[in-house]
């Protein structure tokens, strides 16, 4: 019997476990830099109407903030969990906002179809680079922040994030 293959299972394990390693220290979410946070209450960017929408019109509530594509699987399948959250906390004081990493045209068709009930605001390529100094830096999709109602970033979620594990930070957050 030649032993070689089976010495090399070992070997081939513990470089997959490295690898596991170092990609999630290296694309975990992380805490953006207290600048960013403060700066982005300045920011604008457009509906699905094409009208700007500040971001500090959400100043002093909390706010669930959703990176977000058409054309992403995960995406599609959080957001009638976020809509149905939204609805549960709205009266205290919870605003959900989604940022499309995408164009207007399909943003638009996408919420024919899968109409939701908070905003939704168009981010294309800024929006890419405000994920990414919020500490999202992969750039994967979706990425989901929570801010309090001082805005401070409590929560940071790269990935589909379960209705649960949000409820849980929102009844923390939303008294």
């Given amino acids: 019997m030649n032993r070689k293959p089976l ?96 164009s207007p045209g399909r943003v638009a068709s996408f919420l024919k179809d899968y109409p939701v009930s908070y905003p939704i605001l168009i981010g294309e390529g800024a929006a890419t680079n405000l994920a990414e100094r919020l500490g999202n830096p992969s750039g994967a999709l979706p990425y989901t922040i929570v801010l309090d109602r001082d805005g401070r970033v409590v929560m940071r979620h790269l990935g589909r994030l379960h209705r649960g594990a949000l409820d849980a930070v929102l009844r923390k957050f939303a008294t």
Avoid at 19 to 27: D, E, I, K, S, V
Avoid at 42 to 54: C, E, H, I, K, W
């Fill in 7 to 102: 010495f090399l299972i070992p070997l081939a394990v513990a470089a997959l476990a490295a690898g596991m390693w170092l990609a999630q220290a290296r694309y975990a979410p992380q805490p953006p830099a207290a600048p960013v946070a403060a700066e982005f209450w300045s920011l604008r960017f457009p509906d699905v109407t094409g009208q700007p929408q500040a971001m500090n019109q959400w100043r002093g509530r909390v706010v669930v903030l959703n990176f977000w594509a058409s054309w992403c699987a995960p995406c599609r399948e959080e957001m009638p969990d976020f809509a149905s959250l939204r609805d549960e906390y709205r009266a205290k004081g919870v605003e959900f906002v989604g940022i499309a990493i995408d």
